[in-house]
Nanobody, 122 residues
Framework: QVQLVESGGGLVQAGGSLRLSCAAS????????MGWYRQHPGKQRELVAI???????TYADSVKGRFTVSRDNAKNSVYLQMNSLKPEDTAVYYC????????????????WGQGTQVTVSS
């Protein structure tokens, strides 16, 4: 139904910047929220940043002031600008999209991308 593809991950030195992109495709009419999670090895996936309808944003405390999430609704895309990167930002980053049900109010499905690796070296 809906597919999410991340791009932009890679290697960067501490203090550097990286921009992640995620594009949704498939049978999409609208998307409520889009954003990013990340997962360190052996740890639970955690929220990084979410951009909801109306461009309300939520950030993890660990990334506030350094990361910026933005959306291009026309392209069904979400971006994560990551500045002042730290080694602890190293993780697999996953894009998410919350897609509303066509007929049932309040029901939505969360779709996940396959992840992109971000590695920050000291």
């Amino acid at each position: 139904q809906v597919q999410l593809v991340e791009s932009g991950g890679g290697l960067v030195q501490a203090g550097g910047s990286l921009r992640l992109s995620c594009a949704a495709s498939g049978s999409i009419t609208s998307i409520n929220g889009m954003g990013w999670y990340r997962q360190h090895p052996g740890k639970q996936r955690e929220l990084v940043a979410i951009a909801s309808d109306g461009e309300m944003t939520t950030y993890a405390d660990s990334v506030k002031g350094r990361f910026t999430v933005s959306r291009d609704n026309a392209k069904n895309s979400v971006y994560l600008q990551m500045n002042s990167l730290k080694p602890e930002d190293t993780a697999v980053y996953y894009c998410i999209a919350d897609v509303p049900h066509a007929h049932v109010a309040g029901v939505r499905t969360r779709y996940w991308g396959q992840g992109t690796q971000v590695t920050v070296s000291s």
